[in-house]
């Protein structure tokens, strides 16, 4: 029998379902202005992460962990709460600090990752993925586990080419009431992250390229406009949210860019197609990533010999080809 967790944290990682069976972790990370709570609620109150998802997975036969991650995505400040200053790769460091420790307390760094990231998350989350990858110093091995771990991805609503600044303005003014305009003027740090053509996105792109091909990948889309002001507009459209990559799967969903990630029912749109690839996903994942932390794990000796007999040399060689070899110190 699974286990409900309502104390959602507002900033942190929230195991809001555990099952004592479950091998598999799906991690839910929010976009722009969400939290891990009003993000994934539809207007009914269902919050389908426990309130649907476990359900249909012990329906289809498996279970897994199911968690979410709460960050400032703010950018609008009011007498209770104030917007994010941090670039997105400090928010990139700092999930993978929280989720690395939250999975090593609970002896799970090897569960395979099942990723649901909506709007901005999913810059986040490649971001993510990119700084983990990267890891390859001993005293921080434990950071790698997230790349070695993550199986596949759902990203919904994500600007991967970008979104027009102005409309992100729009949105926002609508989701925080009368916003000052000389707030969007000054760009906050997050929504410039998400300038078409910004030098930052582009970086993220070009990294992530690299190492797509390893994951599983669903690219979902928007296909209701918003109301922004009286004008109905898509805030990402399906360029953006669902580029040409190789070996992806794209398509839309029947509402907006808000209601996309919000599940009234198991019959929403959008939510059997999600939860059934996941689904599979949860059942194979297994012995992918099992056999992916076998060859991290013959990576690892490898570099630790490497990194033993350097150290072991009290000297290494300038010139190599002289006769009479002088040398320095290693360090």
Known sequence: QGTINKNIQRYDVTAVYTHPQAKVDIILIHGLNGNPTKTWTAGNGVYWPTDLLPKT????????????????????????????????????????????????????????????????????????LEHSDHVRASAHEDDRAIYVSTYAIVFLGTPHEGSDLARWGEVLQGMVGR?????????????????????TLANINANFINIQQRFKIHLVHENQKTDLKGTMSLIVDSKSAAPKW??????????DHSGMCKFASVDAPGYRQITSVMTDW????????????????????????????????????????????TGVPFR
Not at 74 to 97: C, M, R, W, Y
Not at 182 to 190: T, V
Request: glycine residues 4%; hydrophobic residues 35%; proline residues 5%.
């Open 179 to 199: 916003v000052p305009r000389r707030l969007f003027d000054s760009e906050p740090i997050l929504i410039k992250t998400l300038r078409k053509d910004g030098e």
């Open 246 to 255: 190789y070996n992806t799967t794209s398509y839309g969903i029947e509402a």
């Open 57 to 128: 997975l012990e329906e289809d036969g498996t279970q897994a962990n199911i968690f979410v991650y709460g960050y400032n995505a703010d950018v609008a400040g009011n007498k209770d709460k104030k917007p994010s200053t941090n670039f997105i790769h400090e928010h990139a460091q700092t999930l993978v600090s929280y989720l690395t420790s939250f999975r090593k307390r609970r002896k799970s760094q090897r569960n395979p990752i099942i990723w649901v990231a909506h709007s901005l998350g999913g810059i986040l989350l490649k971001r993510v």
């Open 282 to 325: 949860v059942k194979e994942s297994p012995e992918v990533i099992m056999y992916r932390w076998q060859v991290e794990d013959q990576d690892r000796r490898i570099r630790a010999q490497v990194e033993l007999n350097e150290r072991a040399r009290p000297f290494v060689c300038l010139n190599p080809f002289s006769s009479k070899c």
